[in-house]
């Protein structure tokens, strides 16, 4: 499954490429559209994207200047520009970034369509791990268990162990913590699990390192503890003295340090490391499962914290990752409070495939009135979004898209029939971004247009 991101201005062109493709049935696609490009920006500070189908010159932000934001939250992310005949200084300016195409806007949706299987191509060719990356990884075992075994450890005191180790984290300022779990190991013969360090110090090498500092060890047989910490930190703001800092919740998230003064984390910053992290692994999932058939779960604290909290937060963690781990769930991502919760009321996660495409089935039902992206869907049962796509698949026997649109035919059907409705309405009810779309959509599924439908089938009630 990959993630298609269209931007374009204007709506007509937009809508046009996002419905083509919501519906192309050759490809597995999650599609997201954005209509500027600070709009695209947004989308891509919560979402990994895989390829970006983008006009050129749009106003504001052009597709240049977008581009370069989009190589510095995801380098492997692939775009295909739509251009017009007299944009050659754009070409010329976009001809010096990797991992560009252009299509002129006269080619229509095949070629476009044509160039989203090269990019794909390309993709899958960079995720080929060649294994030509040096041996950058160490497991910290001693600072790693130190830190788990030890709550409340003196801000002095965690200075010194940071440097006499050679740790290469700020000890006074925040991390964001990952457990993943390697299933079923010990099923393994000794081959194919000395494959597996080999893999993992590329996936670092390539995905991590280059953005965070990263502190990697097997706590446990089989679970890898991941304390990552931004090199860019610029954006934790330190505290001044304890009264400044001791502020409204509402726009920030206030963690408590050492020396018990909270440090604010801006709300955009976190969210955005986040969905780095969450799209990093993933794409390290997905680069397991193909090259050494390795399934790997991960829990992910959605919040920065403090090296000396981090002990009190594993062995929940640890619980946590185990029952999603019996479900079958590949990606848990929670809070301190979520936690909290869980652990004081006995609860476990219990979700098993058959219950969760029921909670996802149920959701659309739902909100057939919303936008439904397989993303969304997937964070709804803690799945990462291509398990939950091929799950879904195997149960139901048909894509996630193709369920959504048939919902939404039996609805307009449904309101054709009973409700007095005008037919431009209904299609905005459904989320349908224009009558033409929804009649389109509508014909494709019965064979008639909407009106034609309307005036059979009441007759028949």
């Known amino acids: 499954m990959y993630r298609l991101l269209i931007v374009d201005d204007e709506p007509d062109i937009a809508e046009g490429l996002y419905n083509f493709f919501y519906n192309y049935e050759a490809l597995e696609l999650d599609v997201f559209k954005a209509y500027s490009a600070y709009e695209a920006i947004k989308i891509l500070d919560s979402e990994r994207i895989d390829i970006v189908v983008s006009d050129v010159c749009m106003p504001g932000m052009d597709g240049l200047e977008m ?64 294994r030509i990356h040096e041996n950058k990884l160490e497991f910290k075992h001693e600072f790693v268990s130190y830190i788990l075994q030890n709550i409340n450890i003196a801000k002095e005191e965690l200075r010194n162990i940071s440097s006499d180790m050679n740790i290469a984290l700020d000890p006074e300022k925040p991390v964001f ?40 060890d097997e706590y446990e047989k089989n679970n890898h503890i991941f304390i990552i910490q931004p090199k860019d930190n610029k954006s934790i703001i330190q505290p001044k003295d304890d009264k400044s800092m001791i502020q409204s919740r509402d726009n920030k998230s206030i963690i408590q340090s050492p020396n018990n003064k909270p440090a604010e984390f801006p709300e955009e910053n976190r969210t955005g490391y986040i969905a780095e992290i969450k799209g990093l692994v993933e794409m390290m999932q997905n680069a397991f499962l193909d090259e050494l058939s390795v399934n790997v779960s991960f829990v992910i604290l959605d919040e920065p914290i403090y090296l000396n909290e981090l002990g009190s937060c594993y062995k929940n963690m ?102 007095n409705k005008k037919i431009n309405a209904i299609a905005s009810e459904l989320c349908f971004a224009s009558q033409s779309y929804f009649n389109q959509a509508f014909r494709r599924e019965t064979g008639m247009s909407p009106l034609e439908y309307r005036i059979k089938y009441r007759r028949m009630l």
């Open 67 to 130: 581009v370069s934001q989009v190589k510095k939250r995801w380098p492997y992310c692939q775009v295909i520009f739509l251009s017009g005949y007299t944009e050659f200084e754009y070409i010329y300016r976009a001809n010096k970034l990797e991992a560009v195409n252009f299509i002129l806007k006269t080619e229509g949706y095949e070629a476009i369509a044509n160039s989203l299987h090269k990019a794909i191509k390309r993709i899958q060719d960079e995720a080929r791990l060649s």
């Open 177 to 216: 913590f990952l457990v993943g779990l390697f299933k079923d190991m010990d099923k393994r013969d000794i081959r194919d699990k000395a494959k597996v360090y080999p893999v993992l110090n590329e996936l670092c090498c390539r995905y991590i390192i280059p953005r965070f500092n990263l502190i990697l």
């Open 318 to 419: 640890k619980s946590l990752l185990n029952d999603g781990e019996e479900a079958g769930m590949e990606l848990i991502i929670v809070n301190q409070d979520m936690i909290s919760s869980l652990i004081k009321d006995g609860k476990r996660y219990s979700l098993g495939d058959t219950q969760a495409i029921s909670i996802v089935k149920n959701y659309i039902a739902e909100n057939l009135d919303k936008p439904l992206s397989l993303t969304l869907l997937a964070n709804l049962v803690y799945y990462n979004s291509s398990y939950l796509s091929r799950i879904f698949k195997k149960f139901t026997g048909m894509t996630l898209t193709n369920y959504i649109t048939k919902m939404r035919m039996e609805k307009a059907k449904e309101m054709l029939t009973r409700t």
